[in-house]
Protein backbone atom coordinates (compact mmCIF):
# COMPACT_ATOMS: atom_id res chain seq x y z
CA UNK A 1 0.00 0.00 0.00
CA UNK A 2 2.88 2.48 0.96
CA UNK A 3 6.45 2.90 -0.81
CA UNK A 4 9.50 1.75 1.71
CA UNK A 5 10.72 4.19 3.86
CA UNK A 6 13.51 4.86 5.60
CA UNK A 7 15.52 6.72 7.79
CA UNK A 8 18.26 7.34 11.03
CA UNK A 9 16.55 6.69 14.39
CA UNK A 10 18.84 7.29 16.86
CA UNK A 11 20.23 10.84 17.52
CA UNK A 12 22.65 12.34 15.68
CA UNK A 13 26.05 12.58 17.35
CA UNK A 14 28.96 9.59 18.65
CA UNK A 15 27.26 7.10 19.97
CA UNK A 16 27.71 3.29 20.95
CA UNK A 17 25.16 1.68 18.52
CA UNK A 18 23.39 4.22 15.53
CA UNK A 19 20.26 2.43 13.74
CA UNK A 20 19.05 2.81 10.42
CA UNK A 21 15.02 1.59 10.44
CA UNK A 22 13.51 0.58 7.06
CA UNK A 23 10.14 -0.39 6.60
CA UNK A 24 8.04 -1.34 4.35
CA UNK A 25 7.04 -4.15 1.69
CA UNK A 26 10.41 -3.76 0.14
CA UNK A 27 12.67 -3.68 2.93
CA UNK A 28 13.99 -7.18 2.73
CA UNK A 29 14.73 -6.58 -1.10
CA UNK A 30 16.54 -3.59 0.04
CA UNK A 31 18.45 -5.24 2.91
CA UNK A 32 19.55 -8.23 0.09
CA UNK A 33 20.84 -4.94 -1.71
CA UNK A 34 23.23 -3.42 0.78
CA UNK A 35 24.29 -6.39 3.19
CA UNK A 36 26.32 -9.25 3.32
CA UNK A 37 25.78 -11.62 5.90
CA UNK A 38 28.69 -13.88 7.73
CA UNK A 39 26.57 -16.60 6.59
CA UNK A 40 24.34 -16.23 3.57
CA UNK A 41 20.39 -16.13 3.99
CA UNK A 42 17.60 -16.40 1.73
CA UNK A 43 15.74 -13.32 2.98
CA UNK A 44 12.51 -14.71 1.04
CA UNK A 45 12.06 -17.32 4.06
CA UNK A 46 14.34 -15.82 6.75
CA UNK A 47 12.37 -16.03 10.08
CA UNK A 48 10.73 -13.11 12.04
CA UNK A 49 12.01 -11.58 14.72
CA UNK A 50 15.98 -12.46 13.94
CA UNK A 51 19.04 -10.92 14.19
CA UNK A 52 21.99 -11.29 11.75
CA UNK A 53 25.68 -10.76 11.54
CA UNK A 54 27.74 -9.33 8.57
CA UNK A 55 29.17 -5.95 7.13
CA UNK A 56 27.22 -3.33 5.07
CA UNK A 57 28.97 -3.06 1.66
CA UNK A 58 29.11 -0.58 -1.31
CA UNK A 59 27.52 -3.16 -4.15
CA UNK A 60 29.77 -1.07 -7.15
CA UNK A 61 32.67 -1.07 -5.10
CA UNK A 62 32.41 -4.27 -3.00
CA UNK A 63 33.84 -1.85 -0.06
CA UNK A 64 33.12 -2.94 3.48
CA UNK A 65 31.17 0.31 5.23
CA UNK A 66 30.60 -1.09 8.52
CA UNK A 67 30.22 -3.99 10.71
CA UNK A 68 26.33 -4.18 11.59
CA UNK A 69 23.75 -6.20 13.20
CA UNK A 70 20.69 -6.48 11.51
CA UNK A 71 17.21 -7.17 13.14
CA UNK A 72 14.63 -8.82 10.75
CA UNK A 73 10.88 -8.38 11.90
CA UNK A 74 8.51 -9.25 9.24
CA UNK A 75 4.48 -7.45 10.00
CA UNK A 76 2.22 -7.18 11.12
CA UNK A 77 3.71 -7.90 14.67
CA UNK A 78 6.24 -4.61 13.78
CA UNK A 79 5.70 -1.43 14.99
CA UNK A 80 4.66 0.33 11.30
CA UNK A 81 3.25 -2.88 11.21
CA UNK A 82 4.72 -3.41 8.14
CA UNK A 83 8.01 -5.15 7.40
CA UNK A 84 10.74 -3.51 9.42
CA UNK A 85 14.66 -3.99 9.24
CA UNK A 86 16.78 -2.23 11.14
CA UNK A 87 20.47 -2.00 11.08
CA UNK A 88 22.75 -1.66 14.07
CA UNK A 89 25.66 -0.23 13.12
CA UNK A 90 28.43 1.75 14.85
CA UNK A 91 27.17 4.69 16.25
CA UNK A 92 28.81 7.83 14.41
CA UNK A 93 27.59 10.57 11.77
CA UNK A 94 29.58 9.21 9.21
CA UNK A 95 28.50 5.16 8.98
CA UNK A 96 24.95 6.18 9.57
CA UNK A 97 24.92 8.99 6.67
CA UNK A 98 26.65 6.52 4.24
CA UNK A 99 24.63 3.42 5.25
CA UNK A 100 21.36 5.05 4.62
CA UNK A 101 22.71 6.76 1.39
CA UNK A 102 22.99 2.91 0.14
CA UNK A 103 19.78 2.24 1.57
CA UNK A 104 17.96 4.73 -0.39
CA UNK A 105 19.93 4.08 -3.55
CA UNK A 106 18.55 0.53 -2.75
CA UNK A 107 15.04 1.77 -3.19
CA UNK A 108 14.02 2.86 -0.10
CA UNK A 109 12.64 6.98 0.36
CA UNK A 110 13.76 9.02 3.29
CA UNK A 111 11.15 9.20 5.84
CA UNK A 112 9.26 12.13 6.91
CA UNK A 113 9.44 13.07 10.68
CA UNK A 114 7.15 10.61 12.66
CA UNK A 115 6.35 8.66 9.35
CA UNK A 116 6.96 5.74 10.88
CA UNK A 117 4.15 6.09 13.60
CA UNK A 118 1.68 7.28 11.08
CA UNK A 119 2.14 4.57 9.09
CA UNK A 120 1.48 2.68 12.75
CA UNK A 121 -1.39 4.74 12.70
CA UNK A 122 -2.85 4.35 9.03
CA UNK A 123 -2.30 0.50 9.35
CA UNK A 124 -4.42 0.29 12.09
CA UNK A 125 -2.00 -0.79 14.59
CA UNK A 126 -2.49 2.28 17.42
CA UNK A 127 -4.88 5.05 17.01
CA UNK A 128 -4.28 8.80 17.10
CA UNK A 129 -4.28 9.46 20.78
CA UNK A 130 -1.72 5.95 21.53
CA UNK A 131 0.38 7.85 18.14
CA UNK A 132 0.65 11.00 20.32
CA UNK A 133 1.60 9.25 23.52
CA UNK A 134 4.48 8.20 21.62
CA UNK A 135 5.91 12.16 21.40
CA UNK A 136 4.96 12.23 25.03
CA UNK A 137 6.95 9.11 26.30
CA UNK A 138 9.93 10.50 23.65
CA UNK A 139 9.70 13.70 25.00
CA UNK A 140 8.80 13.21 28.92
CA UNK A 141 10.78 15.13 31.18
CA UNK A 142 9.48 13.63 34.62
CA UNK A 143 8.49 10.65 35.86
CA UNK A 144 4.53 11.26 36.13
CA UNK A 145 4.74 12.85 32.63
CA UNK A 146 6.22 9.35 31.67
CA UNK A 147 3.51 7.28 33.49
CA UNK A 148 0.80 9.31 32.13
CA UNK A 149 1.90 8.78 28.65
CA UNK A 150 2.59 5.12 28.62
CA UNK A 151 -0.85 4.43 30.24
CA UNK A 152 -2.32 6.62 26.92
CA UNK A 153 -0.33 4.50 24.73
CA UNK A 154 -1.59 1.57 26.33
CA UNK A 155 -4.73 2.81 24.86
CA UNK A 156 -6.89 4.13 28.16
CA UNK A 157 -8.15 7.10 26.84
CA UNK A 158 -8.74 5.43 23.55
CA UNK A 159 -10.75 2.60 25.54
CA UNK A 160 -12.64 5.53 27.56
CA UNK A 161 -13.43 7.05 24.63
CA UNK A 162 -14.59 4.27 22.57
CA UNK A 163 -17.04 2.92 24.91
CA UNK A 164 -18.97 6.53 25.09
CA UNK A 165 -18.95 6.17 21.37
CA UNK A 166 -20.25 2.74 21.24
CA UNK A 167 -23.20 3.76 23.81
CA UNK A 168 -24.14 6.73 22.08
CA UNK A 169 -24.27 4.99 18.54
CA UNK A 170 -26.43 2.65 20.47
CA UNK A 171 -28.63 5.06 20.75
CA UNK A 172 -28.43 6.50 17.84
CA UNK A 173 -29.40 3.08 16.14
CA UNK A 174 -32.35 3.09 17.86
CA UNK A 175 -33.78 6.26 17.25
CA UNK A 176 -32.95 5.86 13.50
CA UNK A 177 -34.66 2.50 13.36
CA UNK A 178 -37.26 3.22 15.80
CA UNK A 179 -36.84 0.05 17.18
CA UNK A 180 -36.90 -1.29 21.01
CA UNK A 181 -34.09 -1.76 23.33
CA UNK A 182 -33.79 -5.72 22.75
CA UNK A 183 -32.73 -6.20 25.78
CA UNK A 184 -35.54 -4.62 27.57
CA UNK A 185 -38.27 -6.59 26.44
CA UNK A 186 -40.96 -4.78 23.52
CA UNK A 187 -40.59 -1.78 25.58
CA UNK A 188 -40.00 1.51 23.23
CA UNK A 189 -37.58 3.26 24.04
CA UNK A 190 -39.33 6.63 25.84
CA UNK A 191 -37.25 10.15 25.33
CA UNK A 192 -36.84 9.85 29.21
CA UNK A 193 -34.51 6.60 28.65
CA UNK A 194 -32.60 8.38 26.16
CA UNK A 195 -32.11 11.46 28.46
CA UNK A 196 -30.99 9.79 31.27
CA UNK A 197 -28.26 7.42 28.86
CA UNK A 198 -26.94 10.69 27.75
CA UNK A 199 -27.06 12.43 30.92
CA UNK A 200 -24.72 9.11 31.69
CA UNK A 201 -22.48 9.82 29.22
CA UNK A 202 -21.74 13.18 29.49
CA UNK A 203 -21.30 12.82 33.08
CA UNK A 204 -18.13 10.89 32.14
CA UNK A 205 -17.66 13.15 29.29
CA UNK A 206 -17.01 15.47 31.95
CA UNK A 207 -15.30 13.23 34.55
CA UNK A 208 -12.45 13.32 31.78
CA UNK A 209 -12.37 16.75 30.50
CA UNK A 210 -12.26 17.33 34.62
CA UNK A 211 -8.96 15.92 35.12
CA UNK A 212 -7.79 17.45 31.87
CA UNK A 213 -5.86 19.89 33.26
CA UNK A 214 -3.66 18.01 35.36
CA UNK A 215 -2.93 15.96 32.65
CA UNK A 216 -1.81 18.69 30.41
CA UNK A 217 0.50 19.66 33.44
CA UNK A 218 2.16 16.87 33.71
CA UNK A 219 2.96 16.44 30.43
CA UNK A 220 3.77 20.40 29.72
CA UNK A 221 4.58 21.24 32.87
CA UNK A 222 4.06 25.14 34.29
CA UNK A 223 5.90 28.49 33.77
CA UNK A 224 6.66 29.97 36.92
CA UNK A 225 8.91 33.29 36.99
CA UNK A 226 10.77 34.67 40.11
CA UNK A 227 10.36 38.42 40.21
CA UNK A 228 10.96 40.72 42.42
CA UNK A 229 13.19 44.15 42.57
CA UNK A 230 16.87 43.63 42.46
CA UNK A 231 19.15 42.05 45.12
CA UNK A 232 16.68 40.19 46.74
CA UNK A 233 17.56 36.68 45.82
CA UNK A 234 15.54 35.74 42.92
CA UNK A 235 18.87 33.98 41.59
CA UNK A 236 19.79 32.58 44.91
CA UNK A 237 16.58 30.79 45.26
CA UNK A 238 16.77 29.42 41.47
CA UNK A 239 20.29 28.23 42.62
CA UNK A 240 18.79 26.87 45.39
CA UNK A 241 15.60 24.79 43.70
CA UNK A 242 17.66 23.64 41.06
CA UNK A 243 20.51 22.71 43.12
CA UNK A 244 23.58 24.13 41.52
CA UNK A 245 24.96 27.48 40.91
CA UNK A 246 23.71 28.46 37.93
CA UNK A 247 22.97 32.02 37.99
CA UNK A 248 25.25 34.81 39.30
CA UNK A 249 24.76 35.79 42.72
CA UNK A 250 26.80 39.01 43.98
CA UNK A 251 25.60 41.94 46.03
CA UNK A 252 25.15 44.19 43.57
CA UNK A 253 21.77 45.21 42.46
CA UNK A 254 21.15 44.39 39.07
CA UNK A 255 23.32 41.08 38.86
CA UNK A 256 20.99 39.27 37.05
CA UNK A 257 20.32 40.94 33.20
CA UNK A 258 19.05 38.53 30.98
CA UNK A 259 16.64 36.07 31.54
CA UNK A 260 17.54 32.78 32.34
CA UNK A 261 15.47 29.81 32.47
CA UNK A 262 15.95 26.34 33.33
CA UNK A 263 13.58 22.88 34.21
CA UNK A 264 12.97 21.00 37.42
CA UNK A 265 11.28 18.37 38.44
CA UNK A 266 8.99 19.54 41.11
CA UNK A 267 6.89 16.13 42.60
CA UNK A 268 6.72 14.89 39.15
CA UNK A 269 5.52 17.81 37.72
CA UNK A 270 7.98 19.73 35.02
CA UNK A 271 8.61 23.76 36.11
CA UNK A 272 10.48 26.23 34.24
CA UNK A 273 11.90 28.58 36.60
CA UNK A 274 12.33 31.66 34.66
CA UNK A 275 14.93 33.96 36.87
CA UNK A 276 14.66 37.67 35.62
CA UNK A 277 16.29 41.16 36.72
CA UNK A 278 15.23 42.53 39.08
CA UNK A 279 12.59 45.13 38.11
CA UNK A 280 13.52 49.13 38.72
CA UNK A 281 13.79 52.35 37.00
CA UNK A 282 16.82 52.10 35.60
CA UNK A 283 18.84 54.49 33.26
CA UNK A 284 21.49 51.36 32.22
CA UNK A 285 20.48 50.03 28.66
CA UNK A 286 21.27 46.66 28.82
CA UNK A 287 19.65 46.27 32.26
CA UNK A 288 16.85 48.48 30.83
CA UNK A 289 16.00 45.87 28.47
CA UNK A 290 16.52 42.71 31.01
CA UNK A 291 13.74 44.66 32.85
CA UNK A 292 11.32 44.81 29.90
CA UNK A 293 11.91 41.07 28.77
CA UNK A 294 10.60 40.70 32.71
CA UNK A 295 7.58 42.33 32.17
CA UNK A 296 7.07 40.33 29.40
CA UNK A 297 7.62 37.05 30.50
CA UNK A 298 5.79 37.84 33.79
CA UNK A 299 2.63 38.29 31.36
CA UNK A 300 3.70 34.47 30.02
CA UNK A 301 3.34 33.08 33.50
CA UNK A 302 1.55 30.49 34.90
CA UNK A 303 2.87 31.43 38.35
CA UNK A 304 4.92 34.02 39.80
CA UNK A 305 7.04 34.04 42.75
CA UNK A 306 7.38 37.57 44.03
CA UNK A 307 10.46 38.01 45.98
CA UNK A 308 10.91 40.23 49.24
CA UNK A 309 14.07 40.98 51.17
CA UNK A 310 13.51 40.34 55.04
CA UNK A 311 16.55 43.03 55.11
CA UNK A 312 14.93 45.80 53.81
CA UNK A 313 10.74 45.61 54.33
CA UNK A 314 8.00 46.03 51.79
CA UNK A 315 9.61 48.89 49.72
CA UNK A 316 7.64 51.07 47.22
CA UNK A 317 9.31 49.10 44.80
CA UNK A 318 7.84 45.85 46.00
CA UNK A 319 4.13 47.20 45.50
CA UNK A 320 4.61 48.49 42.49
CA UNK A 321 5.88 45.13 41.13
CA UNK A 322 2.82 43.84 42.94
CA UNK A 323 0.80 46.10 40.81
CA UNK A 324 2.54 45.15 37.72
CA UNK A 325 1.22 40.87 38.25
CA UNK A 326 -2.01 42.17 39.09
CA UNK A 327 -4.82 39.42 39.21
CA UNK A 328 -1.75 37.26 38.12
CA UNK A 329 -1.32 33.64 40.71
CA UNK A 330 1.70 34.63 42.93
CA UNK A 331 3.34 33.12 45.91
CA UNK A 332 4.99 36.27 48.39
CA UNK A 333 8.47 35.21 49.54
CA UNK A 334 9.84 36.78 52.00
CA UNK A 335 13.52 35.87 52.35
CA UNK A 336 16.77 36.52 53.80
CA UNK A 337 14.83 34.97 57.36
CA UNK A 338 18.13 33.49 58.60
CA UNK A 339 19.37 37.07 58.97
CA UNK A 340 19.79 38.29 62.20
CA UNK A 341 18.17 41.20 62.21
CA UNK A 342 14.81 41.35 59.98
CA UNK A 343 13.63 44.75 59.39
CA UNK A 344 10.27 42.98 58.07
CA UNK A 345 6.92 43.44 59.80
CA UNK A 346 4.72 40.74 59.53
CA UNK A 347 1.43 41.56 60.06
CA UNK A 348 2.42 43.99 57.93
CA UNK A 349 3.55 41.68 54.88
CA UNK A 350 0.00 39.62 55.92
CA UNK A 351 -1.60 42.87 55.31
CA UNK A 352 -0.55 43.81 52.19
CA UNK A 353 -0.06 40.09 50.62
CA UNK A 354 -4.41 40.17 51.11
CA UNK A 355 -5.37 36.94 50.35
CA UNK A 356 -2.51 35.88 48.52
CA UNK A 357 -0.35 33.14 49.25
CA UNK A 358 2.92 34.23 51.80
CA UNK A 359 5.86 32.09 52.41
CA UNK A 360 9.45 32.96 54.54
CA UNK A 361 12.33 31.59 53.41
CA UNK A 362 15.67 31.75 52.89
CA UNK A 363 17.24 30.71 49.79
CA UNK A 364 21.31 30.79 51.23
CA UNK A 365 20.22 28.59 54.10
CA UNK A 366 17.66 26.32 52.36
CA UNK A 367 14.51 27.03 54.20
CA UNK A 368 10.80 26.62 53.46
CA UNK A 369 11.83 25.15 50.16
CA UNK A 370 9.99 21.98 50.65
CA UNK A 371 7.84 24.17 51.99
CA UNK A 372 7.24 26.37 48.80
CA UNK A 373 7.35 23.07 46.34
CA UNK A 374 4.30 21.75 48.57
CA UNK A 375 2.43 25.16 48.13
CA UNK A 376 3.88 25.30 43.85
CA UNK A 377 2.09 21.72 43.06
CA UNK A 378 -1.39 22.30 45.52
CA UNK A 379 -1.74 25.94 43.36
CA UNK A 380 -1.17 24.41 39.88
CA UNK A 381 -3.17 21.04 40.25
CA UNK A 382 -5.66 23.18 43.04
CA UNK A 383 -6.81 19.88 44.22
CA UNK A 384 -7.23 18.36 41.14
CA UNK A 385 -5.49 15.28 42.25
CA UNK A 386 -5.49 12.84 39.08
CA UNK A 387 -7.61 9.44 39.60
CA UNK A 388 -6.35 6.82 37.65
CA UNK A 389 -9.02 7.03 35.55
CA UNK A 390 -9.25 11.20 34.86
CA UNK A 391 -5.46 11.71 34.21
CA UNK A 392 -6.17 10.81 30.93
CA UNK A 393 -6.06 13.45 28.87
CA UNK A 394 -3.10 15.58 28.13
CA UNK A 395 -3.62 17.62 25.55
CA UNK A 396 -5.45 20.82 24.11
CA UNK A 397 -6.80 18.90 20.99
CA UNK A 398 -8.33 15.68 23.36
CA UNK A 399 -9.95 18.27 25.30
CA UNK A 400 -11.62 20.96 22.67
CA UNK A 401 -13.21 17.15 21.71
CA UNK A 402 -14.69 16.36 24.78
CA UNK A 403 -15.80 19.79 25.29
CA UNK A 404 -17.68 19.84 21.68
CA UNK A 405 -19.04 16.73 22.72
CA UNK A 406 -20.27 17.72 26.07
CA UNK A 407 -22.04 20.81 24.51
CA UNK A 408 -24.02 18.82 22.01
CA UNK A 409 -24.76 16.13 24.51
CA UNK A 410 -26.02 19.01 26.72
CA UNK A 411 -28.20 20.26 23.63
CA UNK A 412 -29.74 16.37 23.72
CA UNK A 413 -30.64 16.50 27.48
CA UNK A 414 -32.56 20.30 26.55
CA UNK A 415 -34.17 18.70 23.57
CA UNK A 416 -35.33 15.74 25.66
CA UNK A 417 -36.37 18.52 28.52
CA UNK A 418 -38.49 19.88 25.83
CA UNK A 419 -40.14 16.96 24.11
CA UNK A 420 -38.33 17.48 20.48
CA UNK A 421 -38.64 14.76 17.84
CA UNK A 422 -36.16 11.48 18.30
CA UNK A 423 -34.72 12.48 14.61
CA UNK A 424 -33.91 15.78 16.24
CA UNK A 425 -32.32 14.84 19.10
CA UNK A 426 -29.95 12.46 16.74
CA UNK A 427 -28.51 15.41 14.72
CA UNK A 428 -26.50 16.58 18.43
CA UNK A 429 -26.16 12.67 19.11
CA UNK A 430 -24.28 12.78 16.06
CA UNK A 431 -22.12 15.64 16.34
CA UNK A 432 -21.00 14.37 19.88
CA UNK A 433 -20.12 11.03 18.56
CA UNK A 434 -17.93 12.45 15.85
CA UNK A 435 -16.59 15.25 17.98
CA UNK A 436 -15.43 11.90 20.13
CA UNK A 437 -13.74 9.93 17.40
CA UNK A 438 -11.58 13.39 16.54
CA UNK A 439 -9.55 12.18 19.38
CA UNK A 440 -8.86 8.35 18.62
CA UNK A 441 -8.96 9.50 14.91
CA UNK A 442 -11.87 7.42 13.76
CA UNK A 443 -13.45 11.19 12.19
CA UNK A 444 -10.38 13.36 10.94
CA UNK A 445 -9.19 15.11 8.00
CA UNK A 446 -5.78 15.03 6.48
CA UNK A 447 -4.86 17.95 7.74
CA UNK A 448 -4.87 17.40 11.29
CA UNK A 449 -3.00 14.31 10.92
CA UNK A 450 -0.39 15.87 8.95
CA UNK A 451 -0.35 18.96 11.97
CA UNK A 452 0.15 16.26 14.78
CA UNK A 453 2.54 14.09 12.70
CA UNK A 454 4.76 17.12 11.95
CA UNK A 455 5.31 17.35 15.97
CA UNK A 456 7.49 13.95 15.94
CA UNK A 457 11.53 13.40 14.92
CA UNK A 458 12.88 12.34 11.96
CA UNK A 459 13.34 8.24 12.40
CA UNK A 460 10.07 7.92 14.74
N1 LIG B 1 21.34 36.31 54.33
C1 LIG B 1 20.86 35.96 53.15
N2 LIG B 1 21.35 36.50 52.04
C2 LIG B 1 20.84 36.14 50.85
C3 LIG B 1 19.80 35.17 50.76
N3 LIG B 1 19.49 35.01 49.45
C4 LIG B 1 20.30 35.85 48.75
N4 LIG B 1 21.13 36.52 49.58
C5 LIG B 1 22.16 37.49 49.22
O1 LIG B 1 21.55 38.59 48.55
C6 LIG B 1 22.40 39.11 47.53
C7 LIG B 1 21.67 39.17 46.20
O2 LIG B 1 21.35 37.85 45.77
P1 LIG B 1 20.95 37.52 44.29
O3 LIG B 1 20.47 36.14 44.28
O4 LIG B 1 22.02 37.89 43.32
O5 LIG B 1 19.73 38.53 44.11
P2 LIG B 1 18.87 38.84 42.80
O6 LIG B 1 17.49 39.10 43.23
O7 LIG B 1 19.05 37.77 41.78
O8 LIG B 1 19.52 40.19 42.31
P3 LIG B 1 19.50 40.85 40.82
O9 LIG B 1 19.91 39.80 39.84
O10 LIG B 1 20.51 41.92 40.93
O11 LIG B 1 18.13 41.36 40.59
C8 LIG B 1 23.62 38.20 47.50
O12 LIG B 1 24.64 38.79 48.22
C9 LIG B 1 23.13 36.94 48.21
O13 LIG B 1 24.17 36.22 48.83
C10 LIG B 1 19.30 34.59 51.98
O14 LIG B 1 18.40 33.74 51.99
N5 LIG B 1 19.87 35.02 53.12
MG1 LIG C 1 19.75 37.78 39.93
Same mark, same amino acid.
Given at each position: ??DTIAAISTPLG????GIVRISG????????????????? @????????????????????? #????????????????FT???V?EI @???G?I??LQ?ILE?VL???ARLAEPGEYTKRA??????????A #??VI??IR??????????????????????? @? =? %?????? &???????????????????? $?????? %???????????????????????? /??????? +????? /??????????? #??????????????????????????????????????????????????????????? =?? &? =??????????????????????????????????????????????????????????????? $??? &?????? +???????????????????????????????????????? =????????????????????????????????D?IFAEFCIGK
Amino acid at each position: MFDTIAAISTPLGEGGIGIVRISGEKSLEILEKVFRASRPK @NWRTVQSHTIHYGHVVEQKSG #EVVDEVLVSVMRGPRTFTAEDVVEI @NCHGGIVPLQKILELVLQAGARLAEPGEYTKRAFLNGRIDLSQA #EAVIDIIRARTDQGLKVAVNQLAGALSAKVK @N =L %REELLG &LLAFIEAGVDFPEEDVQQVS $LKEIGD %RVIEVNQQVKRLLSGADAGRIYRE /GIRMVIA +GKPNV /GKSSLLNALLR #ERRAIVTDIPGTTRDVIEEVINLRGIPVRIIDTAGIRDTTDIVERLGVEKTREWLAQAD =LV &L =LVIDALTGITREDKEILDLIGEQRVIILVNKIDVEKPRIDKEEVMEWAGDRVCLEISAREEIG $LEE &LADTVV +GMVLEGKVVAADQGLVTRVRHQESLQRAARHLEQVEEGVL =LGFAQDLLSIDLKAAWEALGEITGDTLGEDVLDRIFAEFCIGK
